[in-house]
């Protein structure tokens, strides 16, 4: 069962740790979740001279909708049909972020033994959420999501 290969756009089934300004752990955090790839960048290895790394930039994908200090995009739900996710309304968060080594922490999609994504979001969708994401980024110029 090989990895898919890291690309923007690309929604993974990845751990994920809730973490970002002022905001307290969710009950389920660290609980592997779709994510979608918003960024990646291969990086030199600094123990490791002459060999890199891709890092990844994963934000997260909830049911539960964005609080009042928190930013999201909702997922029409042909997306998330395509994507194969469930039929209640579901949020990608442009708030919270995590950057980590590709493959670490992926895990296999839920009831399929041979998959680690779900597929990709449609250009315009993807678009929307990196032009959130680096609002939100920009307003927030002290958020930290690398892990």
């Known amino acids: 069962m090989p ?3 890291p690309k ?21 955090a660290g ?5 979608l790839i918003v960024d990646l960048e291969r990086v030199e290895e600094p123990e490791l001279p002459g060999r890199s790394i891709v890092r990844v ?14 930013q999201g995009i909702a997922i ?8 194969g996710l469930t039929t209640q309304q579901s949020y990608i968060y442009t708030s919270y972020a995590v950057e980590d ?7 296999r999609v839920p ?4 998959r680690f994504d779900y597929g990709f979001v449609p250009p315009r969708l993807f678009a929307a959420v990196a032009a959130d994401f ?13 892990r």
């Open 31 to 35: 609980k592997d979740r779709p994510c």
């Open 134 to 146: 680096r609002h939100y980024l920009a307003v927030h110029p002290d958020a930290s999501y690398r």
């Open 8 to 28: 923007l756009g690309l929604v993974v089934h990845y751990g994920f740790v809730w973490a970002g300004l002022g905001r307290g752990r969710p009950p389920d």
């Open 111 to 114: 009831g399929a033994n041979d």
């Open 101 to 107: 080594d590709w493959p670490f922490d992926l895990a």
């Open 76 to 83: 029409p739900p042909r997306v998330a049909q395509h994507l």
């Open 57 to 70: 930039t994963y934000l997260p994908i909830s049911h539960v909708t964005p609080g009042r200090d928190e």
């Open 3 to 5: 990895l898919p290969d």
